[in-house]
């Protein structure tokens, strides 16, 4: 089964159970970019609410350009303050040492590009799954697919029953039913990929 999906950044536990039987998911970088999506940030669990974390653009998140066009405002220290915010979250997070050594590496190093960085996480984020699915990128923007192929890219998530899990913070602000693939990494472990297929 063939996906097509934006290109999101540590992508939500709703688009990880859509995508679970997918063979090949294919991001869309002719898309143009929609601001206030998860295209340049991605929400996690924190201590009183959770916390969204972005990704700065130049010129900004108002421009109507092509996904693959982004560009990163390197000039602030984004990839510093998500770090830090992650490990002051989830450092007692069950296995948040377990991801860290591998997971720091890509708030090292510089991207240019969004959906250069979009697809590190979500590579790493496949890796630590376990999961088979093919990723590749389209090379030219469609409208409308055949209905053979799952089309992603205006789905409203959350849709349908979400697995519950342990959360860090749960006992203060509530279970966060559709945040950040990384919140339930930090909770469970390798055993989140059981957790999204329940």
């Known amino acids: 089964m063939k996906m097509i999906s934006p290109f999101f950044i540590f992508p939500n536990i709703g688009w990880w159970v859509k995508i679970l039987n997918a063979d090949i998911v294919a991001l869309d970088g002719y898309e143009h970019f929609e601001k206030m ?3 340049n940030r991605y929400r996690i669990s924190g201590a009183n609410n959770s916390i969204l974390l972005s990704v700065p653009l130049v010129n900004g998140r108002n421009q109507h350009v092509q996904m693959k066009d982004l560009r990163i405002y390197n000039e602030e220290a984004w990839q510093i303050r998500h770090w830090r915010t992650l490990v002051s979250v989830y450092n007692r997070a069950p296995y948040f040492d377990h991801y860290e050594k591998s997971l720091k590496p890509l708030f090292e190093t510089q991207f ?10 979500l590579r790493w984020t496949k890796q630590q799954l376990k999961l088979e699915f093919e990723i590749e990128q389209t090379d030219v923007y ?33 279970f966060q039913p559709d945040i950040s693939i990384l919140d339930m990494l930090f909770s469970e472990g390798p055993g989140a990929v059981y957790r999204l297929r329940s």
């Open 37 to 39: 999506t998860y295209r």
């Open 112 to 121: 240019d590009y969004l959906t250069d960085f979009n697809m590190a996480a």
């Open 142 to 174: 469609v409208k409308e697919y055949p209905t053979a192929i799952t089309d992603l890219r205006n789905v409203k998530y959350p849709s349908g029953t979400l697995p519950k899990y342990y959360q860090v913070f749960e006992d203060r602000i509530g």
